[in-house]
């Protein structure tokens, strides 16, 4: 059975991944603008511009994943 919220396509949420030397690895949230080849076009909702707009940045595909379902609302 296929998940769509489990797909890298544009216009859905999605999970950049940031690996630097010496550094944990962090995800952060991004939208999925476009895809091309093994490249995918993300806004960042974390990262702005000067604007203070999502920064746009050209990453590869690898480095993307879908953004994890939402735990279910538990009342105790």
């Known amino acids: 059975m296929s998940d769509d919220n489990h797909v890298v396509e544009p216009e859905k949420h999605v999970e950049v991944?940031?690996?630097k030397p010496r550094r944990v690895?962090?995800?952060?949230?991004?939208?999925?603008l476009e895809i091309r080849g093994e490249k995918c076009h993300v806004m960042h909702e974390s990262k702005k511009d000067y604007n203070g707009f999502g920064l746009i940045e050209v990453v590869p595909?690898?480095?993307?994943?879908p953004e994890p379902p939402q735990p279910p609302n538990r009342q105790y």
Not at 61 to 65: A, C, Q, S
């Open 61 to 65: 595909l690898d480095m993307v994943r």
């Open 17 to 19: 991944i940031t690996v």
């Open 25 to 32: 690895t962090s995800y952060y949230p991004a939208t999925c």
